[in-house]
């Protein structure tokens, strides 16, 4: 049976790593975790029923998270990257959710500039990714990203942020470690619900600071566009290991 709130051991106790072979590795930088509060009523219709959304401070919260990928590779670990598939830039719109005491991730969209990566998460994962055009730039602290989907509805994101300096790890009572530690992905298709974790060392968070963005990632959704600043963390670098979908 799913319960109403979770406790900061149902949070810590999903981080340990999963049994059995993960099938896939990543590493993933240059990532801006962009947050705003938002009311619940807004994201239970396109949520499925059976995952409770998680909140912090009595609130839910949608996320914008622009980032980078690479050593992107099959494991085992001495599998070699392919050429032409082991890089792409992807920007993922999300909230939190909770399935029998197992906290994790809903995506409502994924773009990716990676057309053989869009197509197999849609097939094994049961995503919601697009295809995109991406660029990323970096000139000394200040990072750009400028995104335009290629596929219906439209959708675009243009922003830029610099970084700033390292903060202490975050304790599991902490927005921080709310909004960033999620170590499961859940997903749908058909009405069957399906989870796939993943695992990697603890989020190394740095300050950031927004120059400018436009997004209509949001909206894209049909989602009322929200208000003020959003809450931001960077990171600049993560291993990451995935686990294959299992129904839940």
Known sequence: MNREHLTALDRMTVRKRPDGQPLMHQTWGKLLFMHWRIEESELRPLIPEQLEIDTFDGTAWIGMVPFTMWDIRGLPPFMPAVPGF???????????????????????????????????????????????????????????????????????????????????FSHPESLEFFLTERYCLYSERGGDLYRARIFHQPWPLQKATMNNYQSTMIEALGVKAFAGEPVLQYAEEIDVEIWGIKSV
């Open 86 to 168: 082991s890089s792409a830039h992807e920007l993922n719109v999300r909230t939190y959710v909770h399935y029998d005491g197992v906290p994790g991730v809903w995506f409502f969209s994924l773009d990716c500039n990676s057309p053989a990566a869009v197509m197999a998460a849609r097939t094994f994962y049961h995503l919601p990714y697009y295809n995109a055009d991406i660029e990323l730039d970096q000139r000394g602290d200040t990072i750009g990203y400028l995104l335009n989907r290629t596929e219906e509805p439209p959708a675009l994101f243009q922003g830029s942020w610099n970084i700033g300096e390292t903060v202490p």
